[in-house]
């Protein structure tokens, strides 16, 4: 049900940039990708969502192929805290906003 | 930001039990929520859409004389675990969302459910 694929897992060293790529090549013209992170026992934080702009908050940046075939979570300065299971998620259009959840990408910021 | 709330944090009760858990969007109203379970070290399982109103919507292979949900008000949705066994233990989360189709989901912070 998921149409994203990453990798499961991924280093950082603290302070570098975490640059977390995710595959969504089936993706429609008018499903929006979505990113969220979970730290162990809570429910996931929303980090942000984009649909074929770049995209940038507080947070992360959001880069988005031309062919909105994968993107790219970009972290620009990573901290021990960011050290979390991150999911790219497309919401399928036409299907009452769910959300299905690939495997996600665990991410280790060491110091 | 928008916030969803889920009450209680934690449960711990005997097998046999039926136990509900509540999901509350605090600062927006949200015609449908959305119910999830999560196991030890794997993903998020969509488990039924609760829609205010009308009845739920319940993904493949979940049963829902099992897991009762009912969506009374904007700010409000409840799942029912009946008759709960040790299998049933598991990390039990909701979502909301406010406004248009394209705004993101936001979650509570999980129900962990511990059946003896």
């Known amino acids: 049900d998921a149409k994203t694929t990453q990798p499961p897992s991924m280093d950082c060293a603290e302070g570098r940039a975490a640059n977390l790529p995710c595959n969504h090549s089936t993706i429609s013209g008018n499903e929006y990708v979505y990113w969220y992170r979970q730290i162990h026992s809570q429910g996931p934080q929303y980090i942000i969502h984009g649909l074929k702009n770049n995209e940038t908050n507080e947070m992360a940046s959001l880069i988005i192929t031309e062919d909105r075939k994968s993107s790219t979570l970009i972290l620009p300065h990573a901290t021990l805290r960011d050290t979390a299971v991150y999911y790219c998620i497309v919401r399928v259009a036409n299907n009452f906003n769910k959300f299905y959840f690939g495997s996600g990408t665990k991410l280790n910021v060491k110091p | 930001g928008a916030v969803v709330s889920q009450h209680p944090s934690r449960v711990i009760c005997k097998s046999g039990t039926s136990v509900k858990i509540e999901c509350r969007s605090l600062d927006f109203q949200a015609t449908t929520m959305f119910w999830y379970r999560q196991f030890p070290k794997q993903s998020l399982m969509l488990m039924a859409t609760s829609n205010e109103g009308s009845k739920a919507t319940y993904e493949q292979g979940v049963e829902k004389d099992k897991f009762l949900i009912n969506h009374a008000s904007l700010t409000l949705s409840t799942l029912t675990v009946t008759s709960a066994h040790p299998e049933d233990s598991s990390f039990y989360i909701c979502?909301?969302?406010?406004?248009?189709?394209?705004?993101?989901?936001?979650f509570g912070d999980g129900t962990r459910l511990s059946i003896l």
């Open positions: 979502s909301a969302s406010p406004g248009s189709s394209n705004q993101p989901q936001h």
